[in-house]
């Protein structure tokens, strides 16, 4: 997110989403929770320590249906030279996730960079799941980066990553309803009047069914 594009949004949906900003200057990460389903009890805005990029981790706490969720987002420090922030971030979030409230649960989406070996040397912890493995690895979820089909950088080779991630935690206390990932989509995907996608990612769109434990 930048400046501009904020205001922008705030003319026009203050009054249907609260804003939830990781920043205020350069780009930053931001949340929009609507307000008729969510309640927000609590945020936070969490700096990665050693980033070189002003990278953080954005949490809020809020209320869905009378349970209680964190939801989180992040951008990981980018490009290939920086895979040992990279995975210092990741360890921060998976710890933050996996160490959450049994009565919490817990959901993490954003842009992460991260290439799979470096999530193999992390290691995802036991009580956390990545939802498109979870939902079978769909073959038309795998990239979210990908500069074949996506024309909006000009890059001189042409690769595909899965640096877009969703992961899970399931609350863990008795009686508490379980969120249960039901499908997953790329959004993003057509161009704009203006000739260009609406970013040079591709969005993820999740749905999730709730069952009582």
């Not at 290939?80 to 990741?90: F, G, T």
């Not at 040397?121 to 089909?149: F, H, M």
């Not at 595909?160 to 935690?169: E, P, S």
Request: overall charge positive.
């Amino acid at each position: 997110m930048v400046q501009a594009y904020m205001r922008f949004m705030h003319k026009r949906l203050a009054d249907t989403y609260t804003f939830i900003e990781g920043g205020r200057e350069g780009y930053f990460t931001m949340m929009l929770l609507k307000k008729s389903r969510l309640t927000l009890l609590d945020s936070q805005n969490l700096f990665f320590p050693n980033s070189r990029m002003m990278r953080n981790l954005l949490v809020a706490q809020v209320l869905f249906r009378g349970q209680k969720l964190w939801l989180m987002t992040s951008h990981f420090e980018s490009c290939k030279a920086n895979s040992v922030e990279r995975m210092r971030q990741l360890r921060l979030v998976m710890k933050k996730m996996s160490k959450a409230p049994d009565d919490v649960t817990v959901l993490f989406g954003g842009d992460t960079n991260l290439r799979d070996y470096e999530v193999a040397t992390v290691g995802i912890p036991s009580n956390v799941c990545d939802l498109w493995e979870q939902l079978g690895k769909p073959e038309k979820c795998r990239y979210t980066w990908d500069t074949v089909a996506n024309t909006n950088k000009e890059i001189p080779f042409k690769c595909h990553f899965r640096f877009d991630r969703v992961y899970l935690r399931r609350a863990t206390q008795d009686g508490i309803p379980q969120l249960d990932p039901h499908n997953m989509a790329l959004i993003g995907l057509e161009k704009l009047r203006c000739g260009l996608f609406t970013s040079d990612h591709w969005g993820i769109y999740c749905t999730f069914s709730v069952k009582q434990k």
